[in-house]
């Protein structure tokens, strides 16, 4: 996806996950995710409360 991403122009990506699915932050951590402290404006997953992004 990453990959993908940048090919078509996109210099970052953004995920939202939840508190109840450690092994995925650990995982977007491992990857070079920053983690950052609230969803980006516009966003509509209400139940995420862990949000990441990662420049491209």
């Not at 508190?19 to 966003?43: D, E, M, R, S």
Request: proline share 5%; no cysteine.
């Amino acid at each position: 996806m990453e990959q993908e991403a940048k090919k078509a122009g996109y210099k970052q990506v953004y995920l939202e996950t939840h508190h109840n699915l450690p092994i995925a932050i650990l995982l977007y951590k491992k990857l070079g995710y920053t983690q950052i402290p609230q969803a980006l404006p516009g966003t509509v997953h209400s139940t995420m409360d862990h949000f990441f992004v990662k420049d491209l």
